[in-house]
């Protein structure tokens, strides 16, 4: 009997970026795919769970940043899933952001090999929880 796959929710409003990502990682998880911040919390608040919440830390009505706020109090369990790609220098509040909490980041560009470590990082620490 195999595993099930893990389902990864991707919230990135860059549509290139989105298809690579997908192309890249659809050999190994199931994908969900949405725009924006805004989507995501309405996904996981219809109870759509996840193993991985990869999202944008910087996109149109609403940041990653305050996606994860959303999720601390409406899913504080998905937003612990979170793992933040930032593709701009660094604002001071990004920084701070980011300094504060525990959740993995990383900065475009990057590796598929590293993501994909990173995913699977994620998930094995979850399941030790």
Not at 16 to 26: E, F, T
Not at 54 to 72: A, C, N, R, T, Y
């Amino acid at each position: 009997m195999t595993a099930p796959r893990p389902c990864v929710l991707l919230v990135e409003d860059d549509l290139h970026l989105s298809r690579s990502l997908d192309r890249v990682l659809k050999c190994e998880m199931d994908l969900f795919l949405v725009k924006n911040g805004l989507e995501a919390l309405q996904v996981v608040v219809s109870g759509a769970r996840f193993g991985v919440i990869l999202s944008d830390l910087k996109m149109p009505v609403m940041s990653g940043i305050q996606l994860f706020h959303e999720l601390e109090q409406v899913a504080p369990d998905q937003a612990d899933r979170m793992i933040f790609i930032t593709g701009d220098s660094l604002t001071p509040t990004a920084a701070r952001f980011l300094a504060g909490v525990t959740n993995l980041w990383l900065e475009k560009p990057f590796s598929p090999a590293t993501l994909r470590g990173m995913i699977r990082r994620q998930l094995q620490e979850r399941r030790a929880a």
